[in-house]
């Protein structure tokens, strides 16, 4: 026979009343005596330098900028794609002297995002920079890869004081094969060219000085030195008109957007054999330095 098992009233109503009482710590814990801070520490961040990365070397592949010396307020560019600039355009970079090396990014098999640790873990570019904190930074990748001619070229980036009349701009040749170039600024690509260059003989790693007009169309036309004979895209390269701000969206830069500061890069061809996007000709990117002013509330 198996055994029942009695229980009175009395010990179900201290059973009750054992689990009231369970019930009744596990809430004030979870209201007020047991409640814990959960504030957490704030860190101030240390002084920044403003850093951003651009690949010029038109002979490989993608590369990725990283800092060797730290991990914090070190941030990477990756699979940064000739003509490219990487993503986030100026980073915070902890000011000082800091390692920064280039490595290559996909395999050459198939231009995939990194999967040959052989690859991914040849140094491209060297070097050792000592970034002034609150000042921006230009880190362009120049040269060629199959001469072994990389470095990196860094430059103080010394932006003009914005203003809504007007679109300020300048001009950096970063074409090492092509070199020295004519460079015309225009309302348009069909007008035939004739005056004086806006840039003469603008040579590798030269850049000039911001430029300045009213928000209107700006065409970018190059032809050898000297001459009439275009080089690149006949018709030019136009800047975007860039988009207005409202109250619920910020303004895009461009050529019709006052305040908008940029800097536009005259790049090579690339070479027979390169993997990846090829381009047939020289060419012309713009890249924004500083975006209109806000008009949405932070």
């Not at 000042?135 to 932006?159: C, F, N, P």
């Not at 348009?188 to 260059?197: A, E, Q, R």
Request: glycine share 10%.
């Amino acid at each position: 026979m198996i055994p029942h098992h009695h229980f009175s009233s009395e010990s179900g109503a201290t059973q009750m009343r054992f689990q009231r009482l369970i019930f009744a710590v596990i809430l004030a814990c979870g209201v007020t005596a047991c409640a814990k801070s959960v504030t957490g520490v704030t860190h101030t961040p240390p002084p920044l330098a403003y850093v951003r990365y651009i690949n010029a070397v038109s002979d490989t592949f993608a590369m990725d900028l990283r800092a060797v010396d730290q991990v914090t307020y070190s941030q990477p560019f990756l699979n940064v794609a000739y003509r490219g600039l990487g993503d986030g355009n100026y980073q915070g970079y902890q000011a000082g002297s800091r390692h920064v090396r280039v490595f290559l990014d996909p395999s050459p098999s198939n231009n995939g995002v990194v999967v040959d640790p052989v690859v991914v873990s040849t140094v491209m570019a060297d070097t050792t920079y000592t970034f002034t904190a609150g000042t921006y930074y230009t880190v362009v990748h120049v040269g060629s890869a199959r001469a072994k001619t990389t470095k990196l070229w860094i430059i103080q980036d010394a932006l003009p004081t914005q203003s809504a009349a007007s679109v300020q701009y300048r001009i950096i040749n970063v074409a090492s094969v092509q070199g020295a170039v004519d460079v015309y600024v225009r309302a348009d690509g069909t007008t035939p060219l004739s005056g004086t260059p806006t840039a003469s003989s603008l040579a590798f790693q030269s850049p000039t000085a911001y430029l300045t007009q009213a928000p209107g169309p700006l065409v970018i036309r190059l032809t050898a030195p000297g001459t009439l004979a275009g080089v690149g895209a006949a018709a030019g390269y136009t800047l975007q008109a860039g988009t207005a701000g409202t109250t619920a969206a910020d303004p895009i830069y461009g050529s019709l957007q006052g305040g908008s500061i940029l800097t536009v890069f005259v790049f090579d061809a690339t070479p027979v054999g390169k993997v990846g996007t090829t381009f047939a000709a020289p060419g012309v990117v713009y890249f924004p330095d500083v975006q209109p002013a806000r008009t949405t509330s932070p």
